[in-house]
């Protein structure tokens, strides 16, 4: 009986370490491998906690981005209403901002592919699903795309995270 209960016990605490690696990666997946060989989990399932919590979060905020992409079109709209009612002077928005410019030479030169790929790895899941959804959501090749470059880039960052360890044992 004992050994029964320590058995269970172990695949619960897994599970755990498991979904604690999942939620990490649903905000900041660059560093959340990093959290996995203090755990003592294995290459393999510190790469698959990963890359599922960081899909799971591409999946939602790629298709509702609309929704918060339409929700900030509403709070932009309900602040004009504010200034004509109270008929204030609206300050006037700047088209060509330096940040603009960068972002239309960035989509020019990068293209689909860069975006869709690393943008949910530099900036956060969230943020980065959301740009590369309203740049190119109508895009077929959006979506798959965004999931390729999460499963790319988990193994990339795990496989340094864990072979950067390997290298650091074998010298101690």
């Known amino acids: 009986m004992p050994a029964t209960w320590h058995t269970v016990r172990r695949i619960i605490m897994n599970w755990i370490k498991y979904f604690t690696l999942a939620s990490a990666s649903t905000i900041k997946f660059m560093f ?3 959290a996995g060989l203090p755990m003592g989990l294995t290459f393999l399932e510190t790469y698959l906690s990963c890359i599922i919590g960081a899909m799971m979060t591409a999946t939602v905020f790629f298709f509702g981005s609309d929704y918060f992409i339409k929700r900030a079109q509403h709070e932009r709209e309900e602040k004009i209403k504010e200034y004509l009612q109270k008929k204030m002077e609206m300050p006037t ?3 060509f901002t330096f940040m603009n410019k960068l972002i239309v030479k960035t989509r020019r030169s990068l293209g ?3 975006i869709c790929m690393f943008a949910p790895l530099f900036l956060s899941v969230p943020g980065g699903t959301i ?3 309203k740049f190119y959501g109508h895009d077929k090749r959006a979506f798959p ?4 470059g999460v499963a790319f880039n988990g193994l ?3 496989s340094l995270v864990y072979s ?4 650091v044992t074998t010298l101690q």
């Open 32 to 34: 959340a491998p990093l």
């Open 93 to 95: 928005k700047r088209n």
């Open 112 to 114: 689909i592919y860069v």
């Open 131 to 133: 740009v590369s959804a």
């Open 145 to 148: 795309l965004i999931l390729l």
């Open 156 to 158: 990339v960052i795990t």
């Open 164 to 167: 950067s360890a390997e290298a």
